[in-house]
């Protein structure tokens, strides 16, 4: 139990399809994230949100589109993905700046 | 910017003794992390080092050396399950703690 619960834990979508990944996190942090790990890479940062605020977008293309509604939850919504966004997301939550980052087991997504 | 520089691959026998490396460049940090990924797991967080010197944590500690630019991870006593890539981290400086990854170290230890 990490306290951070990704769903699902592996999708497998067509270029066409819209799919959402969801997160939430038990842990009563205020700062959510969501990164992307490829392989042979280093984890990417992809949005940081600070109570329920968008603080960073690392240049992401807009077909991934994040939601926060709440400080527990964290969304991302794909559409008209590429072959090349086939990765594993993570998310992750902290208590604010300087505190380590506590991580879900990512979901693993495969574009056909 | 930051970049940072792990070998990607250590390999050890159990009950040894493994250093795992970790060099920086960056314009400005409040500290160095270190986290562990089983494969197909996520990343736990391990130790995190603020000031220059020595962290220990049971098994592991982890070194900083802010005027040499690098950093380790030093894992004693290992065991099969110390198995995993092993990542180290800066918190560059900024208002929500944000962090930048090595490309991680897989560590192999075999019997």
């Known amino acids: 139990e990490t306290g951070v619960t990704q769903t699902p834990r592996h999708l497998v979508m067509g270029m066409t399809n819209k799919k959402s990944l969801k997160c939430e996190q038990h842990l009563g942090h205020n700062a959510m994230y969501w990164y992307k790990q490829s392989a042979k890479k280093p984890l990417e940062l992809m949005f940081v949100?600070?109570?329920?605020?968008?603080?960073e977008n690392n240049s992401v293309p807009s077909r991934f589109s994040p939601e926060c509604p709440n400080s527990s939850h964290l969304f991302l919504h794909l559409h008209t993905l590429q072959p090349e966004d086939s990765a594993l997301y993570l998310c992750?939550?902290?208590?604010?700046?300087?505190?380590?980052?506590?991580f879900g087991d990512g979901t693993r997504l495969s574009i056909l | 910017g930051q970049s940072l520089e792990q070998p990607s691959e250590v390999t050890a026998v159990e009950g040894a003794i493994v250093q795992i490396n970790c060099t920086y460049q960056t314009s400005g940090f409040y500290g160095l992390s270190w986290y562990q990924q089983h494969d197909g797991g996520a990343p736990t967080f391990l130790s995190y080092?603020?000031?220059?010197g020595l962290e220990e944590t049971g098994r592991f500690s982890s070194f900083l050396s802010r005027s040499d630019s690098y950093g380790y991870l030093l894992l004693q006593e290992l065991q099969m399950k110390d198995s995993a890539s092993y990542f180290c981290a800066v918190n560059p400086v900024a208002e929500v703690s944000t962090l930048t990854f090595g490309k991680g170290t897989m560590l192999l230890v075999s019997p």
């Open positions: 949100y600070n109570f329920k605020e968008q603080t």
């Open positions: 992750a939550s902290s208590d604010g700046s300087n505190q380590p980052q506590h």
């Open positions: 080092n603020a000031l220059d």
